[in-house]
């Protein structure tokens, strides 16, 4: 079997507006629901690659900031 996550996952949300997005991203949160996990990952790709170095070093000080303890 061949899935192509990404493929799926864009499609799936395909004609969204910012709204339907932000909803789906706080409910996957709100649930800690492992199989939105994967979406997620492909949600933060998007967001990496469109990003500009600032915006990197700023999501890296976040991550590095929550995985550690620091909220």
């Known amino acids: 079997m061949n899935l192509d996550i990404r ?7 395909k004609g969204d507006g910012k709204e339907e997005l932000k909803s789906a991203i706080e409910e996957s949160i709100e649930t800690n629901d492992e199989i939105t996990l994967p979406g997620m990952g492909v949600f933060f790709e998007l967001v990496w690659k469109k990003a500009d170095e600032a915006t990197k070093e700023t999501l890296l000080n976040i991550l590095q900031e929550s995985i550690n303890g620091q909220e």
């Not at 493929?7 to 949300?13: D, P, V």
């Open 7 to 13: 493929s799926h996952i864009m499609n799936n949300f």
